[in-house]
């Protein structure tokens, strides 16, 4: 049933988040709440600025820090059908962007206007996760199953629980588990490489499918002897593998080297796989005669918050400082970081100065980020986290 306007309540918020809003973001901060009369957890508020002006529409969380998060500048009564346009348009932007993949990230939060809603397409299952107070309410998760099986047909669609999520915004605990279907593994091919997919294990939402495109690039100037540092469950190695005569990953889990070997099988490949923690790994390889001609670093996020800023550059400049001692003159250097608050500049600082200590020479291939299905928005600087730099060394 559509709200009539009047019942929704209505958020004042401060000068100072009314400038961000209008500025093109789409979350205040609760410092920056001046009223929130009437506003129960999770539910669709009217936003207006300090003197009553009407800003547009938004979710509320009782419990996060970010305390109102946009979903349109107009007044939204049926959000349903607004969920429901949101995700056609969402679907439309992939299906005219993404190649070669049926594994690809359908919906991304903020970045398809739809704060606190990731789905993840792994073939023909689907990974949901919900992050937020809103997007948690049933009506919000039943239309969102139906478009999307209306739309695009999943076996099955898997909801991927993460606990301190749900403790943040203050929600009941859920299981991870199935929405619909049955089915929670399958195989997946992006770039022509196939991996398996088991919706109830691993990292993320099971994948790093934001790294597709830097796969396809990097696999054009792999060769020769390769180390793909941080591989998890192969990802770039897999992709190095037709290019280079012997390629090495390296990962401290086990459980997902087991499945980058079943990955390697798959593809009918040979690859070395080490379990060790890559600092160890690396300061030992690189003190000893060990050289490479193709090095991929692909870090955790160092920096979770703006805290960790230093540490985390500190982290960034030795794994770059080993592996650019360790690579042949005329190797390639494929070097990541999915920290958002190191930014772009901040690690091609690092970089830089690791260069000058390790005494080679950086020349830039390509300065890359997310793939296209992680898309950008430009006045929402959080959308965009991951940089991945492709470096000729001498
Ligand atoms: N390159 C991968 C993604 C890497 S995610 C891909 O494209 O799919 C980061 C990986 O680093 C995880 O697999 C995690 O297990 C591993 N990891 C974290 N800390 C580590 C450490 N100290 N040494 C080795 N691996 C580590």
Redesign the pocket.
């Known amino acids: 049933m559509p709200k009539e306007p009047s019942a929704l309540p209505t958020i004042k918020v401060s000068p100072r988040g009314t400038t961000r809003l209008k500025e093109g973001h789409v979350w205040v901060y609760r410092s920056d709440i001046v009223s929130a009369d009437g506003a129960t957890p999770g539910s669709l508020v009217c936003v207006s600025d300090h003197r009553g002006k009407l800003l547009g529409t938004a979710f509320y969380s009782s419990s996060s820090q970010i305390a109102i998060r946009m979903i349109s500048p107009d007044l939204v009564t049926d959000f349903p059908a607004l969920l429901r346009q949101r995700i056609a348009a969402a679907i439309a932007y992939r299906e005219s962007l993404v190649r070669n993949t049926d594994a690809y990230r359908v919906i991304f939060s903020e970045a398809d206007f739809l704060p606190g809603l990731i789905v993840d397409r792994y073939a023909d299952i689907f990974s949901l996760q919900i992050l937020t107070q809103g997007m948690d309410a049933d009506p919000v998760r039943q239309t969102l199953l139906s478009e999307l099986t209306t739309r695009l047909q999943p076996t099955s669609v898997i909801e991927r629980v993460d606990p301190r999520v749900r403790e943040l915004e203050a929600l009941p605990p859920r299981a991870t588990g199935p929405l619909q279907g049955q089915k929670t593994a399958t195989t997946f091919t992006m770039n022509d490489v196939q991996f398996r997919y088991d919706a109830q294990e691993g990292?993320k939402t099971g994948?790093?499918l934001d790294?597709r495109e830097n796969?396809a690039a990097t696999a054009q100037y792999a060769r020769g002897d390769a180390l793909?540092?941080?591989?998890?469950?192969?990802?770039?190695a897999l992709h190095l593998a037709p290019h280079c005569s012997h390629v090495t990953g390296?990962?401290?889990?086990r459980p997902?080297l087991e499945v980058a070997d079943q990955n390697a099988a798959l593809n009918s490949r040979e690859i070395e796989w080490i379990e060790?923690?890559?600092?160890d790994l690396l300061k030992d390889y690189s003190s000893s005669d060990r050289r490479y001609d193709t090095i991929?670093l692909?870090?955790?996020a160092f920096a979770k918050s703006k805290r960790d800023l230093d540490a985390a550059l500190r982290g960034y400049k030795e794994l770059n400082l080993r592996a650019l001692k360790m690579l042949r003159t005329g190797g390639t250097l494929i070097t990541?970081s999915c920290s958002y608050h190191v930014s772009q500049s901040n690690f091609l600082e690092v970089l830089a100065d690791a260069a000058l200590d390790a005494h080679r020479t950086i020349r830039l291939i390509e300065v890359r980020g997310q793939a296209k299905d992680h898309p950008v928005l430009l006045n929402i600087p959080e959308t965009a986290y991951l940089k991945c730099v492709i470096a000729y060394v001498s």
Do not use: E, L, R, T
């Open positions: 990292q994948a790093f790294q796969y793909d540092v941080f591989c998890y469950q192969g990802g770039f390296v990962d401290s889990s997902a060790a923690n890559a600092f991929v692909d870090p955790p990541c």
